[in-house]
């Protein structure tokens, strides 16, 4: 039976169709994550290898941005350590790969609404299985590029991801389901990059000779075993996922009519803040998701870096570092934030999380007087950075997740009602809604821009500054965020125990 047909069948029991599809989304989204993390612990080295292995060779990729590195360091006069000139480039590659998420994901959420979610989420993970081929026989830097640029115009499967569980979900059930793509998250934040790590040590150019011509590499490995995943994802999910944005509207008022016969009613109702103070709200959130992300995931991609410059990290040592933050972050969200989000409120977990995100950079910013076999407090470098690490896990567990929700309830549900509309008013009436999707596509989109800016901007200073500086700047801009947040962002009231 084919996945339209099965939607079809079952039109009349969305509980059911939301479970299976939920289910079939968090599945899919864990392979896919799988296979985005296993080259972070890896970047340092991978770098270093192109490095090494084009050295001499004034016709690459690679050394035509070394060059400028070498330009930018002699205007600046910043610059020292040889090893700061990877973490710049690597810098330049994170944001590289954000910034063509943040171009590609309106036209993404477009083709999805016009041909459906499933079809675009296929076309998509097509894209991914091209950029990972290339990256398997990339055995030049610019190939390796070529597969990153691939990579980031085609990754749409959190995105996608988001609208499939928003399509088949009632307004009380839609967080339930979209936790599942936080636990997600966490789980392949701990396995991937230790998966990735573990890979890294075999050789795939030895176990195939055959194919080294063909560009096989020492990280080949680690490639193949991503294209696998993405492979066996796109199988299942040519499977498994039905299509989902051509009943969402139909089912939406049937699940309506089931959540409003409950006794339980919505804890957040919008009609008592005016249209233009949560247009207002949404404006702040907005730049508070930019500012954050600007900062911590500058701060968060110059981590591994900052392990190979200071304590000479091993692959499988920056994995084992990325695991215990993702498991982690796991607990903290399973075990606190779903429980305690409801009684102490959003806003509360959100200053929780950016305070904890400044003492944990500022941790990590004393780690330079530490890194030669010093001590604070009997402690050593190490152990510092784990106890920064587990501050760390407390703010990607709260913050984007809380903010999200925050914006969420900002924005009206109901908009097939503008469907229902009539009379001379039509325009006026629809101008007093605030479409979820729209609002949170702009949410995230903010976002994105700040992920793509942040790790350029963060390794930038770090190269210009040292480690020290850098980390001591993300403590105190985050400082100045949990000022803003605790000012700018409403606290949402809930109507029992209140």
Not at 447 to 465: E, K, M, N, T, V
Request: net charge positive; charged share 15%.
């Amino acid at each position: 039976m084919s996945s339209k047909t099965e939607i079809k069948n079952n039109e009349n029991t969305s509980p059911k169709v939301a479970s299976k599809t939920v289910r079939v989304v968090f599945i899919a989204l864990l392979l896919d994550i799988l296979a985005f993390t296993i080259i972070l612990p890896l970047f340092p080295r991978l770098l270093q290898e192109y490095r090494v292995r084009e050295q001499g060779d004034e016709n690459t990729l690679l050394s035509l941005f070394l060059k400028q590195i070498q330009i930018f360091k002699e205007i600046i006069g910043g610059g020292t350590n040889p090893k700061w000139d990877l973490v710049l480039l690597g810098g330049a590659l994170g944001s590289l790969y954000s910034f063509l998420q943040f171009a590609a994901s309106p036209f993404i959420g477009a083709f999805s609404d016009r041909f459906g979610r499933r079809k675009t989420l296929l076309v998509t993970m097509i894209g991914n299985i091209i950029s990972t081929f290339l990256w398997l026989f990339a055995r030049s830097f610019g190939w390796f590029v070529l597969a990153r640029i691939v990579g980031g115009l085609s990754e749409g499967n959190v995105q996608l991801s988001i609208a499939i569980v928003s399509d088949v979900t009632t307004q009380k059930t839609r967080s339930r389901g979209l936790a599942l793509v936080g636990i997600a998250f966490a789980i392949s934040f701990t396995l991937g990059p230790a998966l990735g790590a573990y890979f890294a040590s075999k050789d795939l150019a030895k176990l195939f000779p055959q194919f080294v011509e063909w560009g096989l590499n020492p990280y080949s490995m680690p490639a193949f075993v991503a294209l696998i995943l993405l492979s066996v994802e796109t199988l299942y999910i040519y499977l498994a996922l039905p299509e989902t944005a051509k009943i969402s509207k139909k089912n939406s008022s049937q699940q309506e009519e089931s959540f409003n016969t409950k006794e339980e009613q919505p804890e957040y109702n919008i009609n008592t803040i005016s249209v233009s103070e949560r247009k207002s709200n949404l404006r702040i959130l907005n730049w508070i998701h930019f500012l954050y992300l600007f900062f911590f995931a500058g701060m968060e991609f110059t981590l591994t870096f900052l392990t190979f410059d200071l304590f000479d990290f091993t692959n499988m040592q920056n994995g084992k570092l990325l695991g215990f933050i993702g498991i982690l972050s796991a607990i903290i969200q399973g075990g606190y934030v779903r429980r305690k989000a409801h009684n102490i409120g959003e806003k509360r977990l959100v200053i929780q999380g950016v305070l904890s995100c400044s003492i944990a950079l500022a941790i990590i910013s004393y780690l330079t007087k530490l890194s030669n076999g010093k001590t604070l407090l009997y402690i050593d470098g190490i152990t510092w950075l784990y106890i920064g690490a587990a501050f760390l896990a407390l703010t990607s567990a709260t913050v984007v997740n809380c903010l999200t929700s925050i914006a969420s309830m900002q924005c009206d549900d109901e908009l097939q009602q503008i469907d229902e509309v009539q009379g001379e008013d039509d325009t006026q009436n629809i101008n007093t809604l605030i479409p979820k999707g729209e609002a949170l596509g702009k949410f995230r989109s903010s976002g994105q821009l700040g992920r793509a800016f942040g790790p350029i901007a963060a390794c930038g200073l770090y190269w210009i500054s040292g480690s020290g500086i850098c980390y001591a700047s993300g403590s105190l801009a985050m400082l100045i965020i949990f000022i803003i947040v605790r000012i700018k962002v409403p606290f949402i009231k809930k109507s029992k125990n209140e």
